[in-house]
C-alpha cells in the first residue's frame, strides 16, 4: 500500500512538472486565432488588435486565420478537431459558443464539452436602426406599427444565429410582433441594404453603425444591451424603451480546443487580461461600444453554460430550427 501511495505521488509530482515546464516553455512557435465571421466585423477586428498586443507579451507572432460560414460552425468544427495544445485559438462568438448547437439541425459539436474556455474579452450591444421611410421613432411606435403589419417587415442581419438575428428573435417573442429575417454575408452588407431601403430595419452592430448614423438615411430607435451606449448616450435601451426585461448583448472570447493543459491556458489569459487592460485598447474598445469583461477561465466556462442554456430556451420557443 505504501508502494503504491508513492508510486501515485511519484506520478503526480511528474504531471505537475511536467505542466510547468509545458507552461515555461510556451508558445515555442506561433499561436493561431481562427476567426469565424467575415473580414472587417467585430471578430475580426477584434481578433487582429488583440493578436497585435499578445505576440509581444507571448514572445511568438499571432496569425489571424479566416474560416466564415454557416455562423461560425466552420470555425468552431476546424477548432474542436485540432491538437489541444495551445496553438489553435478560436475568436468565439455568441453563435458558435452559445446558440447554433440549438438552433442548426446537424452542428457537429457541443459548445460546454469540446472546446476549453480561455479568456472573455468583451460584451456588445446592437443598435436598432430603420431606414430613413419607416414612420416609426420610437421602439413603441414600431411595435405598434409591426403588429399593424404583421409580416411584413423585413429585417437584415450578418446571418441566421448571430446576436442581431437573435435580438430581434427576442425582440418578436416579447412584443408578439412578427417581422421577416433578410439574412446577409456580414454586417456591412446588411447595413448597405438598409441605407438603400431594401430593407427596413435591423439590430446592427454598433462597430459599423455609428459611423453611418450622421448621414441621415438610417435612425437609431434604441440599443439591445442592458445599458446605453456611452457614445450614443441619447439612445435608450430597448427595456427603457418600453419592452420590460428585454437585453442581448453579442460578446467574444478566446477558446481551444476541449483538453488544453491548465498552465497554458493560465498563461494564455493571464497574457489576454494584460491586454485588455492596455489603456489604449480600453479608449479602442470604447469608441467601437464594446464593454471589456475579462476574468478567469472558469468564469467563462460558467458563462458559456448559462448562454447556452438561456438561448436554447429561446430558440425552441421561436420554434426556429436551420437545416
Known amino acids: 500500500m505504501i508502494r503504491t501511495l508513492h508510486g501515485a505521488c511519484a506520478a503526480l509530482l511528474l504531471t ?39 505576440g509581444p507579451l507571448l514572445g511568438q507572432a499571432v496569425v489571424i486565420e479566416a474560416r466564415p460560414g454557416a455562423n461560425g460552425n466552420i470555425a468552431a468544427e476546424y477548432v474542436a478537431a485540432a491538437a489541444p495544445d495551445g496553438y489553435t485559438l478560436m475568436m468565439g462568438t455568441i453563435g458558435a459558443l452559445a446558440i447554433n448547437a440549438s438552433l442548426y439541425k446537424n452542428t457537429h459539436y457541443n459548445p460546454v464539452k469540446d472546446f476549453t474556455p480561455v479568456a472573455r474579452l468583451v460584451s456588445f450591444s446592437n443598435i436598432l436602426v430603420v431606414k430613413e421611410a419607416l414612420p416609426v421613432h420610437s421602439v413603441k411606435e414600431l411595435i405598434e406599427y409591426a403588429k399593424a403589419h404583421p409580416n411584413q417587415l423585413r429585417y437584415g442581419s450578418p446571418g441566421a444565429g448571430g446576436s442581431p438575428h437573435m435580438a430581434m428573435v427576442a425582440l418578436n417573442l416579447a ?149
Not at 512557435?29 to 473580414?39: E, G, H, N, R, Y
Not at 453579442?250 to 488544453?260: E, R, S, T, Y
Request: proline residues 7%.
Open 16 to 54: 505537475l512538472a511536467a505542466g510547468s515546464a509545458c507552461a515555461q516553455d510556451f508558445p515555442a512557435k506561433p499561436v493561431k486565432i481562427v476567426v469565424a465571421t467575415a473580414a472587417g466585423g467585430a471578430a475580426d477586428i477584434m481578433a487582429r488588435t488583440l493578436g497585435d498586443k499578445l
Open 175 to 323: 412584443t408578439g410582433t412578427r417581422m421577416i429575417h433578410a439574412p446577409y454575408k456580414g454586417a456591412a452588407a446588411a447595413l448597405t441594404d438598409l441605407m438603400g431601403g431594401f430593407i427596413d430595419l435591423a439590430f446592427s452592430d454598433a462597430l459599423v453603425t455609428q459611423p453611418q448614423l450622421k448621414g441621415g438615411r438610417i435612425r437609431a430607435l434604441a440599443v439591445s444591451g442592458s445599458t446605453r451606449l456611452p457614445t450614443l448616450p441619447d439612445v435608450p435601451t430597448v427595456a427603457e424603451a418600453g419592452v420590460p426585461g428585454y437585453s442581448v448583448s453579442g460578446w467574444l472570447g478566446i477558446a481551444g480546443p476541449a483538453g488544453m493543459p491548465a498552465p497554458v491556458v493560465n498563461k494564455l489569459n493571464k497574457a489576454m487580461n494584460q491586454v485588455m487592460d492596455m489603456p489604449d485598447i480600453k479608449a479602442k474598445m470604447r469608441e467601437q461600444g464594446a464593454q471589456i469583461i475579462t476574468g478567469t477561465p472558469a468564469e467563462f466556462q460558467s458563462y458559456i453554460a448559462g448562454e447556452y442554456n438561456r438561448w436554447k430556451k429561446i430558440i425552441a420557443d421561436a420554434n426556429l430550427v436551420i437545416e
